[in-house]
C-alpha cells in the first residue's frame, strides 16, 4: 500500500508533464524553428538596426517566457545580455560578431565553457595556452567574461583567482581587472585584492578611486613593518576559508608553519579581519 501511494503522484506529475508538453508543442512549439530562422537571418544581416529588433525580440518577457526553457532561446537570451552591455560601453568587435547564426553562437559558448571547465579541473595539457587563444581569436570582452563566470564556471572564487594571475602574467589588462572587480563583487573582503585594485587604479592615475581601496586595508603597526605580504596573504587564506574554498584551511595551515606566523600578527590579523 506504501508503494502504490508513493508511486500514484510520480505517475501522476509525468501524466500533467505530459499533458503540457503536448500543450506546448501546440500552441508555442510549432512556431520555435521560425522564431530561430528569422535570428538566423538578422544575425546573418548584422546591422545595427538587425541587432536592436533581437534585443527588442528579447526585451518582449511575454515572448520570452514561452521558450525560455528551449537552449537556443536560453543561449541567444545571454548572448544579448553581453551583447546590451558590450555595446552600451562602444565595444565594436562584439559576442554578435563571432557566428552569424545561432547554432554558431551556441558552439562558440559552448567552447567557451569546455575550455574553462579544462582549466578549472586540470584537465588535459596546456588548458592556459587553449583558454588565451580563444579569448584573442574570439576577441572576448570582460563583460562576457564575468558572464561565463557566473553562469558556467563550477568554483567561481578559485577560478577567479587563477584567471586573474593568468591575465596578469599576459599582460591583459582589461580582463585582469575585471577578475578582480568579479571578486570585489561576489567575495568581498580580501585585502590582497583590494591592493591589487588600488594598484591598478594608481596606475591608471585615478586617485580617489585607488584611495578609496587604499583605505580598506589597515595600518600596521610598527612591530609589524616589513610583514605586509605575509600579513595579505594570510588574510587571503583567511577569506577563502570564510568562503569555504576547498582545501583553503589545509592551505592555511601550511602557509602559517611555513612562515613561522607570529602571536602579534595573529592577533593584529584577528582585530581587524572579519572571519566567521
Same mark, same amino acid.
Given at each position: 500500500?506504501?508503494?502504490?501511494?508513493?508511486?500514484k503522484?510520480? +505517475?501522476?506529475d509525468?501524466?500533467?508533464?505530459? !499533458?503540457?508538453?503536448?500543450?506546448?508543442? +501546440?500552441?508555442?512549439?510549432?512556431?520555435?524553428?521560425?522564431? !530561430?530562422?528569422?535570428?538566423?537571418?538578422? =544575425?546573418?544581416?548584422?546591422?545595427?538596426?538587425? *541587432?536592436?529588433?533581437?534585443?527588442? #525580440?528579447?526585451?518582449?518577457s511575454?515572448?520570452?517566457?514561452?521558450? *525560455?526553457?528551449?537552449?537556443?532561446?536560453? %543561449?541567444?537570451?545571454?548572448?544579448?545580455? !553581453? $551583447?546590451?552591455? +558590450?555595446?552600451?560601453?562602444? %565595444?565594436?568587435?562584439?559576442?554578435?560578431?563571432?557566428?552569424?547564426?545561432?547554432?554558431?553562437? /551556441?558552439?562558440c #559558448?559552448?567552447?567557451?565553457? /569546455?575550455?574553462?571547465?579544462?582549466?578549472?579541473?586540470?584537465?588535459?595539457?596546456?588548458?592556459?595556452?587553449?583558454?588565451?587563444?580563444?579569448?584573442?581569436?574570439?576577441?572576448?570582452?570582460? $563583460?562576457?567574461?564575468?558572464?561565463?563566470?557566473?553562469?558556467?564556471?563550477?568554483?567561481?572564487?578559485?577560478?577567479?583567482?587563477?584567471?586573474?594571475? %593568468?591575465?596578469n602574467?599576459?599582460?591583459?589588462?582589461?580582463?585582469?581587472?575585471?577578475?578582480?572587480?568579479?571578486?570585489?563583487? $561576489? $567575495?568581498?573582503?580580501?585585502?590582497?585584492?583590494?591592493?591589487?585594485?588600488?594598484?591598478?587604479?594608481?596606475?591608471?592615475?585615478?586617485?580617489?578611486?585607488?584611495?578609496?581601496? *587604499?583605505?580598506?586595508?589597515?595600518?600596521?603597526?610598527?612591530?609589524l613593518?616589513?610583514?605586509?605580504?605575509?600579513?595579505?596573504?594570510?588574510?587571503?587564506? =583567511?577569506?577563502?576559508?570564510?568562503?569555504?574554498?576547498?582545501?583553503?584551511? *589545509?592551505?592555511?595551515?601550511?602557509?602559517?608553519? +611555513?612562515?613561522?606566523?607570529?602571536?602579534?600578527?595573529?592577533?593584529?590579523?584577528?582585530?581587524?579581519?572579519?572571519?566567521?
Amino acid at each position: 500500500m506504501a508503494e502504490a501511494t508513493e508511486y500514484k503522484p510520480t +505517475e501522476q506529475d509525468a501524466l500533467e508533464e505530459e !499533458i503540457r508538453e503536448r500543450e506546448w508543442q +501546440e500552441t508555442w512549439g510549432k512556431d520555435a524553428g521560425l522564431y !530561430i530562422q528569422k535570428m538566423d537571418a538578422l =544575425l546573418a544581416e548584422g546591422t545595427r538596426e538587425t *541587432r536592436m529588433q533581437l534585443l527588442a #525580440m528579447f526585451s518582449n518577457s511575454d515572448f520570452f517566457e514561452h521558450y *525560455r526553457q528551449v537552449d537556443e532561446f536560453a %543561449i541567444m537570451f545571454v548572448v544579448l545580455s !553581453i $551583447y546590451q552591455m +558590450e555595446d552600451s560601453e562602444g %565595444i565594436t568587435e562584439t559576442i554578435l560578431n563571432q557566428a552569424d547564426t545561432v547554432a554558431g553562437l /551556441m558552439d562558440c #559558448m559552448f567552447e567557451f565553457k /569546455m575550455i574553462l571547465y579544462r582549466l578549472d579541473f586540470a584537465v588535459g595539457g596546456e588548458n592556459e595556452e587553449e583558454l588565451l587563444s580563444f579569448l584573442q581569436e574570439h576577441s572576448v570582452s570582460p $563583460y562576457w567574461m564575468k558572464v561565463m563566470m557566473t553562469t558556467c564556471v563550477m568554483r567561481p572564487l578559485s577560478m577567479a583567482l587563477k584567471l586573474a594571475d %593568468i591575465f596578469n602574467a599576459a599582460r591583459m589588462v582589461q580582463l585582469h581587472f575585471s577578475m578582480l572587480e568579479f571578486l570585489e563583487e $561576489y $567575495y568581498p573582503g580580501s585585502w590582497r585584492n583590494a591592493a591589487k585594485i588600488a594598484e591598478a587604479f594608481h596606475k591608471n592615475a585615478q586617485e580617489d578611486e585607488e584611495r578609496q581601496y *587604499r583605505d580598506r586595508l589597515p595600518e600596521l603597526p610598527e612591530q609589524l613593518q616589513g610583514q605586509e605580504t605575509v600579513m595579505l596573504k594570510l588574510q587571503e587564506l =583567511l577569506w577563502k576559508v570564510q568562503y569555504r574554498e576547498m582545501g583553503a584551511d *589545509r592551505e592555511t595551515v601550511f602557509f602559517v608553519k +611555513e612562515n613561522m606566523v607570529s602571536d602579534n600578527l595573529w592577533e593584529f590579523l584577528m582585530r581587524h579581519c572579519e572571519v566567521s
